[in-house]
């Protein structure tokens, strides 16, 4: 295990260019490559702004501010996911010829996400500027969300990598799972409109602490909108409980794509 | 000296699932349906157990799915083993991936860096090893151009160059060298035997025996995934040839005798060829039969191997159905590619034939035969004088001749060479 990791580490020069190689193919190919990393959330904030503030009239200030603080993180973690799930299998010819830590590849996808997640929050930033939201100290806090959220996301992009070998729909299903996902996720919605006393056969459920529980993008996205949209620390154990759900589930993810590893070679 | 590659009892099996499950899709339906997941573990290596020192080059010869590539792999740890352990000293490089890993949007600049860091070398290795890659791959001119633009020759050209500069300490090569032109190909081939003479550990696998025994030390013959032998590559390569050989010649005899057996219980025999393609075995009116033929070698052993110039004797054995008169024996020895090399007969030789009993065997003799290098087949006959055929078997068996001049043609006349010459000092 441990050695597993210090061979990860001496490859971390594989990681690095496996990432730029990402990050040259998406830029290098469009012209617009960049401005179209930025375009997209634009795009999507003007939509959703229009449907919700003009159609829904609901009244949340600084709507697109509200929308971006956990569109571009919910974006980043879906566009993370389904590449990690590509990722192996679609590096077939080089899994059958060449040894290398295979967890390199969920790796190297999940970083340059990251990295187009950096990029496209340059929106945000300007989003915040254009609506005036004031920048507190608690955007202080931003790196740790970020860090944990990466850990999250690795986890879900290991172990869907994985199955991803042994059975090829796993990508197709993953699809409309992350397409229920993101509508059960509260990005263009506040929790607030989840009811905290529903009866369920008799039972009385607080559907949002439930949320929080079962879903910790939804636990992520409140602690981004924390310190972005409302500049306040998330609360600390209300944290702590989700950074330890992320990384239980990284190391689970992790556990399990060393394990199925092994068998990738001979699956394919 | 330290051992750089051992396999200890290495087994590796592998699952054939005949109808496995490719997604969750096909897993439902085979679970409603109830069908059985048919399983057959198949053993690519059972028990395999040797030792590479360092310095050494080691061949691996066999036949087709014998196991080679899976001893590869397992060197370079693509695949692991169901039992037994394998253990490699240092980097292992392989010219199995010729341009594995290339990205064919990316520049040949970028991508030699990523493929040294496929290969586990670090960015500064890289920047010492660039420009010698470069020029190794003759691509100065195309370094910054996409990949998708190279052609194949020049794709595999800087894989072959990425993959021998990161400075392995055990290389594998696997039938690469097929790569590129022949100023390239020779190229290779030089770096390879530069590589040997600096002491890196080689492991090379191929079907060509000459560059296996004029490179490796020893040589590794694997035969349905077990060690048949290992040992001094010239020994091995010639006791392998001689399995092959004997192989082929038992499988062309039994097809030469399954096709006798039909065309014995047809009407009488053709007695012409029906047409002139060298496979139509055997035809004629049997007055005479052959019923059987063997080479043997100077120990009077029945043998399909030869070293060029050796003694051998080609035995026939012989049935006289009906008295004719003056049975004419004859030989013919043609090379794999139809070249007629040698025929005789014994009306040719002026040897009488009258007078034989019923049945006996007759014996040519060639105290040397100098024949070059290659695959032969023989052709045994006995006819009458006007040439009408009693028994005429094409493509009676097939053997090989080997040898260690590599001279070209079809055969060696005895020669010498004087040099200087001068005509007092030649008797002729």
């Known amino acids: 295990m441990l050695s597993r990791l210090a061979e990860l580490f001496q490859y971390r020069e594989l990681i690095k260019n496996l990432v730029a190689r990402d990050l040259k193919v998406r830029y290098r190919h469009s012209v617009l490559g960049f401005l179209w990393c930025l375009g997209n959330p634009l795009l999507m904030t003007l939509v959703f702004t229009v449907v919700f503030t003009v159609l829904l009239r609901s009244n949340i200030p600084k709507f697109p501010v509200f929308l971006l603080c956990a569109l571009l993180p919910w974006n980043f973690f879906s566009t993370a996911v389904v590449g990690a799930i590509n990722s192996v299998v679609g590096n077939e010819a080089l899994i059958n010829k060449v040894y290398f830590p295979r967890e390199i590849l969920p790796i190297a996808v999940v970083l340059s996400n990251l990295v187009n997640f950096l990029l496209a929050s340059l929106v945000l930033l300007g989003m915040l500027l254009v609506f005036r939201t004031p920048l507190t100290p608690a955007l202080l806090f931003l790196p740790l969300v970020i860090i944990v959220q990466v850990a999250f996301t690795l986890g879900v992009g290991f172990f869907l990598a994985s199955v991803n070998v042994f059975f090829r729909d796993t990508a197709i299903i993953m699809e409309t799972v992350l397409l229920a996902w993101f509508f059960l996720t509260p990005v263009f919605y506040p929790i607030e409109v989840l009811p905290q006393h529903y009866s369920l056969l008799g039972l009385d459920l607080d559907v949002r602490r439930l949320m929080y529980i079962v879903n910790p993008m939804a636990s992520l996205a409140a602690s981004y909108r924390d310190v972005l949209y409302s500049g306040v620390l998330p609360g600390l154990d209300f944290f702590a409980r989700t950074a330890v759900t992320a990384f239980a589930v990284l190391a689970l993810g992790y556990l399990f794509f060393i394990r199925t590893s092994r068998l990738f070679q001979e699956a394919m | ?428």
Not at chain 2, 65 to 88: D, F, M, N, Q, Y
Not at chain 2, 268 to 297: F, H, K, M, Q
Not at chain 2, 351 to 356: A, C
Not at chain 2, 402 to 413: H, L, T, Y
């Open chain 2, 1 to 428: 000296m330290a051992t750089a590659v051992c396999f200890d009892n290495v087994s590796k099996r592998f699952i054939l699932h005949h109808e496995r499950p490719r997604s969750f899709q096909e897993w439902a339906i085979q679970t409603i349906q109830r069908r059985a997941n048919m399983r057959e573990p198949f053993w690519a290596l059972r028990d395999v157990s040797f030792s590479v020192e360092q310095g050494e080059m080691l061949g691996i010869i066999g036949e087709n799915g014998a196991g080679k590539s899976t001893v590869l792999k397992l060197i370079s740890r693509i695949l692991e083993p169901t039992s037994g352990r394998v253990s490699v000293q240092g980097r292992v490089s392989a010219l199995i991936e010729l341009g594995a890993g290339f990205h064919p949007d990316l520049t040949g600049r970028e991508n030699i860096y990523l493929n040294g860091s496929i290969l586990g070398l670090s960015k500064r290795e890289m920047d010492r090893q660039f420009a010698a890659i470069v020029d190794f791959a003759e691509m100065e001119r195309f370094i910054d151009t996409p990949v998708k633009h190279y052609s194949s020759g020049m794709y595999a050209r800087l894989g072959f160059a990425v993959a021998i500069h990161v400075h392995p300490d055990v290389l594998l090569i696997d039938e690469v060298l097929a790569v590129g032109d022949e100023a390239f190909q020779k190229k290779c081939l030089e770096r390879i035997n530069e590589l040997r003479r600096l002491g890196r550990t080689i492991i090379y696998v191929s079907h060509n025996l000459g560059t296996v025994e004029e490179f490796c030390h020893r040589v590794l013959w694997l035969e349905a995934g077990a060690v048949r032998g290992l040992g001094p590559a010239r020994e091995m390569t010639s006791r392998y040839l001689l399995s092959v050989h004997e192989k082929e010649g038992k499988v062309a005899l039994a097809a030469h005798h399954a096709q006798v057996a039909t065309s014995d219980s047809g009407p009488p025999a053709t007695p012409e060829p029906s047409s002139n393609d060298r496979t139509s075995r055997r035809w004629g009116s049997r007055d005479v039969e052959i019923p059987a033929a063997c080479i043997r070698n100077a120990a009077g052993e029945e043998a399909y191997l030869f070293e060029s110039g050796e003694a051998v004797a080609i035995e026939i054995a012989y049935r006289v159905h009906r008295p004719v008169e003056e049975p004419v024996f004859g030989i013919g020895i043609y090379r794999n590619d139809g070249v007629w090399c040698y025929g005789t007969n014994t009306d040719i030789d002026g040897i009488p034939t009258s007078g034989l009993s019923d049945q006996g065997v007759v014996r040519i003799l060639f105290p040397s035969l100098p024949l070059l290098e290659g695959s032969y087949t023989l052709d045994v006959a006995v006819h009458a004088r006007d040439g009408y055929p009693y028994d005429y078997h094409r493509n009676y068996c097939t053997f090989a001749v080997r040898s260690r001049v590599k001279d070209a043609g079809v055969f060696r006349p005895p020669h010498r060479w004087i040099i200087p010459y001068t005509s007092e000092k030649m008797g002729l």
